[in-house]
């Protein structure tokens, strides 16, 4: 056997790409050259390193493990915020303190949870993505086993605060990750199931509900957590390998490959060409070192401020309004739902009035009068999510099959806004379930029109949860970790403004007013700049690439942190 046979057997196939990105950020040309791997029958992009050591050119399997460990890192942490809100009036007992104090054991870890991307997303792209996420997955397990063992309301909230705030990385991390190890067309797909593991991790309360009523402590909660916390580090420590990887930017040809080139790919592909050049790949001791690649051209606190002009920028402020607006129409809906079942409505003024404290009154408040709910069915609103999400599921992979069925017949030319177009029908059902989940507490209807509304919703939410922030990383030549700073920003800020005043909107003004009328208003509004991008989001993009904007994030681009 020849041995640049034995070299290219021993380090695998390696895939070949001959596309490119045009002049306009988010038109890339997919055409397919002789020797190029391909999907949909388009050449890959971005367009592999010959070296088995980029991310890109890693196995499946891999790969795989990486967005499960990620992902479910992001349901956990978000469940862990948010999971211990049926302990509120326990914690007021036990600590001695009012609702409204034991509620800041909640608000305050989400408000550091939101806030601490500001740190965590400059680290990882000074340090690299493996030892941060390991440290803040241990950061997040002893706040975690910290709160389990306090026996005081300010060592609670410490507790609670150290693990909210070190498990910041899990909100942009997965996207981070989805951007380095998948190719162009697998992204909607992949961020699609990241999505379903954050939405889910906002009803944590479900199963502390039960342990509740299963006469168990509330420090159970966090010991199960702990567990699954530690085992979740243990994997991330085997498995998540460093993904940072700089790849020289492929520029494009001024004309098809000739034959030299053309014979070049056959040699290279039969491992006859100078295979000795391609560099080894890491043993599986070696991936496991704790030490990133240190990048000194990334400035921290340049990285921070510079994060704030992303709001300036059409398709991250969709994503941010997005993920905003539907995050706060997911607790707004708990709210309504326990106004309708609880006319003693006072006692939800003593537990906060920020977005994310309307989830935390429901399994506490949904089994008083007039409907007596046991305890135990005290978290069944969260059926409406599973069932929404559920449904929404199998449409994961339904944008990056349109996309590639547009882009063949385009002639192999991709433009990032031909994914957007399985977000009609979510346009309107998202706010249509807005609309029925008002007239339903306006009026009186049966109490599974709540259900029925709320699973609309969701199911519209899951749409533009997984594509706008798909579109927006296709869309503009940008660091997509300084976006997802600003998208984080921007989430918590719109979801904690619509919070300080949805209350006394609601006993003020009414259910079907606020909740249909004004609340189904703006989610419309939102959903329809599906349209704007749709008809004129090339426009939009190629007027960007011009700006002074664009130019001042072009000096901030690594290939790793783009396409």
Not at 86 to 100: K, Q, V
Not at 235 to 240: D, E, G, K, P, S
Request: include cysteine.
């Amino acid at each position: 056997m020849a041995p640049g046979a034995t070299a290219q057997k021993n380090r695998g196939h390696l895939l070949h790409s001959h596309a490119h990105e045009e002049g306009i950020p988010g038109t890339v040309n997919l055409q397919a050259a002789e020797g190029d791997d391909v999907a949909y029958g388009q050449a890959l992009f971005p367009v592999p390193a010959e070296d088995p050591n980029d991310p890109l050119q890693w196995s499946d399997f891999k790969k795989t493990m990486i967005l499960i460990i990620c992902s479910f890192y992001s349901f956990l942490a978000n469940g862990a915020l948010i999971g211990p809100s049926p302990y509120i009036d326990i914690w007021a007992e036990e600590f001695g303190i009012s609702s409204t104090k034991a509620s800041e054991l909640v608000s305050y870890p989400n408000l550091a949870f939101g806030f601490g991307s500001l740190i965590f997303v400059p680290l990882y792209l000074k340090f690299g993505r493996r030892p941060v996420m390991l440290f803040s997955l241990l950061t997040f397990a002893i706040g975690l086993i910290a709160a389990s063992r306090c026996t005081t309301y300010g060592g609670l909230l410490a507790a609670r605060i150290i693990h909210g705030f070190g498990s910041c990385v899990c909100e942009a991390l997965p996207v981070q990750l989805v951007n380095d190890i998948f190719f162009l067309h697998e992204r909607g797909k992949r961020i699609g199931y990241y999505t379903v593991c954050l939405c889910l991790g906002t009803f944590a309360a479900l199963p502390a509900g039960y342990m509740l009523s299963a006469g168990y402590g509330w420090r159970l909660f966090f010991y199960v957590y702990f567990a699954f916390a530690m085992a979740l580090l243990l994997l991330a420590f085997i498995f998540v390998e460093e993904t940072s990887y700089k790849r020289q930017a492929s520029a494009a040809p001024t004309s098809p490959p000739n034959d030299s080139e053309k014979e070049g790919a056959h040699e290279i592909e039969n491992g006859s060409q100078q295979a000795d050049l391609v560099p080894p790949r890491k043993s599986f001791v070696q991936t496991l070192s704790l030490w990133g690649k240190v990048d000194s051209d990334v400035p921290f606190f340049t990285t921070m401020l510079r994060s704030f002009t992303y709001f300036l920028v059409p398709q991250s402020l969709w994503v941010i309004t997005t993920f905003g607006i539907n995050v706060c129409y997911v607790t707004i809906h708990v709210l309504v739902f326990m106004l309708c079942l609880l006319p003693k409505l006072e006692r939800i003024a003593l537990i906060g009035l920020s977005a994310l404290a309307f989830s935390y009154t429901f399994p506490i408040l949904i089994v008083a009068p007039p409907y007596n709910w046991p305890v135990t069915n005290s978290g069944l609103f969260s059926i409406a999510a599973i069932i929404g999400y559920g449904l929404a599921i199998p449409f994961t992979s339904s944008s990056d099959r349109l996309a590639a069925f547009l882009t063949k017949r385009n002639g192999g030319i991709r433009e990032a806004e031909m994914r957007l177009g399985v977000m009609l029908p979510a346009m309107l059902i998202g706010p249509a379930g807005i609309v029925l989940y008002g007239l339903t507490a306006e009026r009186g209807l049966h109490w599974i029109c709540f259900f029925v509304g709320g699973a609309m919703d969701y199911w519209g939410a899951y749409f533009f949860f997984s594509f706008t922030l798909a579109y927006a990383v296709d869309a503009y030549h940008a660091n997509t970790s300084e976006m997802l700073i600003a998208m984080n920003l921007g989430k918590q800020a719109i979801s904690f403004g619509f919070g300080l005043k949805v209350l006394t909107w609601v006993l003020e003004s009414g259910y079907g007013k606020v909740m249909s009328g004004i609340f189904g208003g703006v989610l419309l509004a939102n959903n329809l700049a599906l349209l704007v991008f749709m008809i004129w989001g090339k426009r939009i993009r190629s007027f960007m690439s011009r700006t002074w904007l664009a130019r001042l994030h072009f000096r901030s681009i690594r290939e790793v942190t783009t396409h």
